[in-house]
């Protein structure tokens, strides 16, 4: 490799290095997790799941809040930076982090009384397994808060990086989503609105069964 090419790589290692840094806060503390921990009402003293939980920016929030977490992710990566992170947390003995999908969730039947998952719906390879999931280890009266920016939206602010590539990914209808959970015993509504700032599509309910 010649000099010129040599200092080339570097600059884009360099470059990639920073808009990972830029990017950080958002997976380590993002304002759209915090939403949704007030959304879905964490309360002291319950047993609650972060689906595909990443570093933490909601496992963390809702242990300080005083919920008993298990925090899903099924990156090695990711649960090794939250593990790492938990050290620090003075809630740490409420938080678990666990290796897991959507569509075979590590825990109990009827056990757990929210759950929650922040843009990773798009990764879930089968809705219908998922669904069954939320429907098994949610307690009567369990609530669920599910939510993936939109980024298709012109309003997103990274939609000129992140639009286009929607046949990549499992396709968000909320509507389509909120009538499959309530085939399952989950009362559920879908709708596009704006939260924290930014286009989402979300979808809430509770079970009823």
């Known amino acids: ?19 990972w840094l830029r990017q950080i806060r958002k997976f380590w503390q993002s304002d759209t997790n915090r939403a949704v921990t007030d959304l879905v009402d964490v309360q002291a003293g319950e047993t609650v799941l972060d689906i595909g939980a ?6 963390v929030v809702a242990a300080r809040k005083g919920a008993t977490v ?16 938990r050290l620090g947390q003075r809630a ?12 075979s969730l590590p825990a109990a039947d009827s056990t757990i009384d929210a759950a929650w ?25 369990g609530r669920i808060i599910l939510l993936d920016e939109d980024f298709t939206h012109p309003d ?25 959970l309530t085939a399952r015993g989950i009362e559920a ?16 309910g509770a079970k009823t069964l």
């Not at 409420?94 to 569509?103: K, N």
């Not at 089968?126 to 669904?131: H, K, Q």
């Not at 997103?156 to 499959?180: M, R, W």
């Open 1 to 19: 490799m010649g000099h010129h090419q040599h200092v080339h790589e570097h600059d884009k290692g360099l470059r990639a290095n920073l808009h």
């Open 70 to 85: 298990i925090a899903v992710d099924p990156s090695p990566m990711m649960r090794k930076m939250l593990s790492f992170r």
């Open 189 to 204: 509504t879908g709708e596009l609105t704006t939260m924290a700032g930014v286009p989402v599509k979300l979808i809430q």
């Open 117 to 141: 998952t922040v843009n990773a719906i798009h990764h879930w390879v089968d809705l219908e397994a998922a669904f069954d999931e939320l429907a098994r280890v949610l307690a009567p009266g």
């Open 156 to 180: 997103h602010p990274l939609y000129a990086t992140h639009s286009g590539h929607e046949d990549e990914l499992t396709n968000v209808v909320v509507d389509e989503i909120a009538a499959s």
């Open 92 to 103: 740490r003995s409420r938080i678990t982090v666990a290796d897991g999908v959507a569509e």
């Open 54 to 59: 990443g570093m933490g920016p909601a496992t």
